[in-house]
């Protein structure tokens, strides 16, 4: 019993490990830093001053952004690390992730076009806008804890408590709703991107021997 | 099952020696990948890859699958049935054998 439970959690632990390394390039951080970021200047420059086209941008985000980053996967990851299709749980773990971000934002998109048609759009706001940091806060870190435990990758659960010690801090110090959003897509994009870095020294791309020597097989 | 040493003749050798195992396991928890990849998730030379590769293509249990991605071509390596199934009768010979041995 208990080896048959060694020889799983080791397997399930080299799956772990072959995910994780694919997204060592920091390229999803990129991708969730630049969707908090847009929502931040999106306020921040009063582009959005209608609340309900705030849901717009996770509605429309994932659909611009994943041929991009699929794109960005296939000319900087895939040649530095080679190429794996992951099986039954990885790939429906990163389709999770990507029809997650899609359906809530369609679904906030409904419900706030709902609201600002039933005239209840400003009492939402006002409702958030006084009471609802913590529970933006609390809900930035369920979500990102949930998205660290789906994909394994840990650093997801840092970004969440940032984002939870700044929306309590952000209740408590009155720290304006679309900087917090700005801070936490800053932080997020840079840490992908030092990650990027990382990952493109760590790797570099590889000479033409192993390429001939794969040519062979 | 008997607690039998000569149980460890049912061990596939093949599977058995430790890079071959690494190739193996790596394998089995993907549905394919490539020679890079295999190369830098287990540490090894392109040439000791390649010979090991090719002995478990010969027993069958690996296939290389040659396809194109975008236009351009790219060689895959996948588990094949038979390799699946040898991969999990290895664990199941080798669980059976650290099972019977006296505590």
């Keep these: ?217 | 099952m008997s607690k039998n040493p000569s149980n460890l003749k049912n061990i596939d050798r093949l599977i058995h020696e430790p890079t071959r195992l690494m190739i193996m396991t790596q394998l089995y928890v993907v549905e394919s990948a490539d020679f890079l990849f295999l190369q830098n998730q287990l540490q090894l030379t392109p040439g000791n890859l390649s010979a090991h590769l090719s002995k478990l293509e010969e027993a069958g249990y690996v296939e290389i699958v040659k396809e194109f991605i975008e236009r351009k071509p790219h060689t895959a390596l996948k588990l094949t049935k038979k390799g699946r199934n040898s991969f999990k009768e290895y664990q199941q010979n080798l669980k059976q054998i650290f099972s019977d041995l006296p505590k």
């Excluded at chain 1, 359906?103 to 706030?112: N, T, Y």
């Excluded at chain 1, 048609?117 to 009492?123: D, I, K």
């Design chain 1, 1 to 217: 019993m208990v080896m048959k439970m060694n020889v799983k959690t080791s397997l399930k632990a080299i799956e772990k490990r072959t995910y994780i390394s694919y997204h060592q390039d920091g390229l999803i951080d990129i991708f969730v830093g630049v969707y908090v970021l847009l929502f931040g200047l999106g306020i921040f420059l009063r582009t959005l001053e209608d609340f309900s086209t705030w849901f717009v941008i996770p509605a429309i985000f994932p659909a611009v952004m994943v041929p991009i980053w699929v794109s960005a996967k296939k000319r900087i990851t895939m040649p530095r690390i080679g190429y794996v299709k992951f099986g039954g749980r990885g790939a429906n773990k990163l389709m999770a992730v990507f029809i997650g971000l899609l359906v809530a934002g369609l679904g906030a998109f409904m419900v706030f076009s709902f609201a600002s048609s039933q005239g209840w759009a400003l009492t939402v706001r006002n409702l958030i806008a006084s009471n609802g940091m913590m529970i933006i806060g609390i809900a930035a870190f369920a979500l990102s804890s949930l998205f660290a435990y789906t994909m394994g990758l840990n650093r997801l659960y840092a970004y969440g408590l940032l984002a939870l010690v700044l929306f309590l801090a952000g209740r408590f110090i009155a720290f304006p709703f679309e900087y917090i959003l700005l801070t936490i897509g800053l932080a997020v994009i840079m840490n992908g991107f030092v990650l990027l870095i990382g990952f493109i020294r760590k790797y570099p791309l590889p000479q033409g021997d192993e390429t001939n020597v794969e040519k062979s097989l």
